[in-house]
C-alpha cells in the first residue's frame, strides 16, 4: 500500500526537529536537521504501519484541516508497506550485509573498520557463518553510528 500522509515537525530549541504523525500519532521521532528528520519520519511511519492489515491503517486527514503551532511545519511522508517489508526481509536474512551496504563500504572497509579478519567478513556476507543474533544487533549499530 502506497499513501502520504501528514507529519509534523515542530523546531527543538537545540536545533532538531521533534517529529509527529497526525493521524499515526505513536509515530514519533526526530533528527537533527530537517532532511534527517524527514528520513526518520518515513522509516517511523513504515515500521508502524508495514504489518498491519490495510483496513486498520488511518486515512490521511487532509493537510489543510490540520492545526499547527506557531514554527511547526508539516511535510506529507510516504507510506510504502510494500517496499518496507522488502527492505525488512533483506535486513532479516543478513543484517550486518544490509547495513554494510547501505553504508556504502565494501567488504575490506567493514573488515578494517571493527578490526576484523577479512575471511570472516566474507563469511559474514556469504551467509555462511554469522555471530549469534546479539552480537549481529551491536555491530549494526555500531556501522550506523560511525
Known sequence: MKRDFPIIFTPDVSGGYTVQGYDVPNCITEGETLEEAEYMAEDALNALLYLEEED????????????????????????????????????????????????GWNLKQLADFLHAPYRTMQDWNSGEHFPPRWIQEIIVEKIYSA
Open 56 to 103: 486498520k491503517i488511518p486515512t490521511p486527514t487532509p493537510v489543510d484541516q490540520i492545526p499547527l503551532e506557531k514554527g511547526q511545519i508539516i511535510r506529507m511522508i510516504r507510506l510504502d508497506t510494500e517496499a518496507y517489508a522488502k527492505e525488512m526481509e533483506k535486513y532479516n536474512a543478513n543484517p550486518i550485509k544490509y547495513a554494510r551496504e547501505k553504508k
